[in-house]
């Protein structure tokens, strides 16, 4: 069974930058599409970004645009988001998520994601 570790959560103030990492141990990342998701208090979960696996295209909702970048390193079998210009809407549980299909077709979808990790706690308040 596929485990996810996601980490890097904090507590920011608006306008600030967070990174988030997602590991796989024992599971290949770079094959496979990696999504993030968050789910804010009293909210659906939401799939905000993804990656497919081997050519690395990426996705993104509307509501991150220009703020949140998703990357791979191939080598730590690492997925990151790079959160910048942060806002107080932006608190919410981030999870990372893979599936075993590469591409990011209706990523959108929680249902369509196989392996999820534990979350991480990212507030943004001044």
């Known amino acids: 069974q596929v485990q996810l570790v996601e980490s890097g959560g904090n507590l920011v103030q608006p306008g600030e930058s967070l990174r988030l990492s997602c590991a796989a141990p024992?599971?290949?990342?770079?094959?496979?599409?990696t999504g993030w998701f968050r789910q804010a208090p009293g909210k659906e979960r939401e799939g905000i970004i993804c990656?497919?696996?081997?050519?690395?295209?990426?996705y993104h909702q509307d509501s991150v645009k220009g703020r949140f970048t998703i990357s791979r390193d191939k080598a730590k079998n690492t997925v990151y988001l790079q959160m910048d210009s942060l806002k107080p809407e932006d608190t919410a549980v981030y999870y990372c998520?893979?599936?075993?299909?590469?591409?990011?077709?209706?990523?959108?979808?929680?249902?369509?994601?196989?392996?999820w990790g534990q979350g991480t706690l990212v507030t943004v308040s001044s």
């Open positions: 998520a893979t599936r075993r299909f590469e591409y990011c077709t209706g990523y959108g979808h929680v249902g369509t994601w196989d392996a």
């Open positions: 024992g599971f290949s990342l770079d094959a496979y599409a």
């Open positions: 990656i497919e696996g081997r050519d690395g295209g990426t």
